[in-house]
């Protein structure tokens, strides 16, 4: 299924001047290759899209990368939206993004890039592990929002994806 959500993230903050990329992961693939595909990447920070049906393997794949990997996890999409304090008591996730993450993930980035606390700083939409409930912002204009980064939807064999609806 195409990753919309981060695909509009993802043009979203390379517009600010942060890099993004996106590592698929398959239902049969094995930790190790997945720990190897984030290494070889080296983020700054690792965000997950998920769906309820996502939700167990994702939370059991974030909690190994956290045995392996000292980075920091966010979660976005459905499940961590109508799911946060689930989310993030799991204990394998840092920071849920709720409802739309374009502006909310670029406000975060640039606060984890400036050395800021993002628990002090109150970032709408972006719930951090141990603080209150964020202040939930209005959705966002969509004239305001650039194209999806469609380099990141596997668009093979001229198959196009498309999304009819936003917030």
């Known amino acids: 299924m195409a990753s919309v ?12 001047g942060h890099d993004a ?15 190897g595909g984030i ?6 920070i690792l965000g997950f899209s998920l ?3 996502q939700w167990v393997r994702a939370v059991s794949i974030a909690r190994e990368i956290r045995e392996k990997l000292d980075i920091p996890i966010i ?5 961590p939206t109508f799911a946060a304090s689930t989310v993030l008591e799991s204990g394998a996730f840092d920071y849920v993004c709720i409802g739309e993450g374009e502006e909310a993930v670029c406000d975060m980035l640039a606060c ?4 800021k606390d993002v628990r002090t700083t109150g970032i709408p939409n972006i719930w951090v592990k141990g603080s209150g409930c964020p202040v939930i912002r209005p959705p966002v204009l969509i004239d305001r929002l650039p ?4 380099d990141l939807l596997d668009e093979t ?3 196009i994806h498309i999304s009819t609806m936003r917030g």
Request: no cysteine.
């Open 21 to 35: 990329s996106l590592l698929r992961v398959k239902p049969d693939q094995e930790i190790h290759d997945i720990i």
């Open 51 to 53: 769906t309820t049906r």
């Open 112 to 115: 984890l890039e400036k050395g």
């Open 39 to 44: 290494e070889k990447e080296s983020p700054d």
């Open 157 to 159: 064999e001229g198959v």
């Open 5 to 16: 959500g981060p695909a509009f993230i993802a043009s979203y903050i390379r517009g600010q």
């Open 147 to 150: 194209f999806m980064a469609r």
């Open 75 to 79: 979660a976005g999409g459905l499940h």
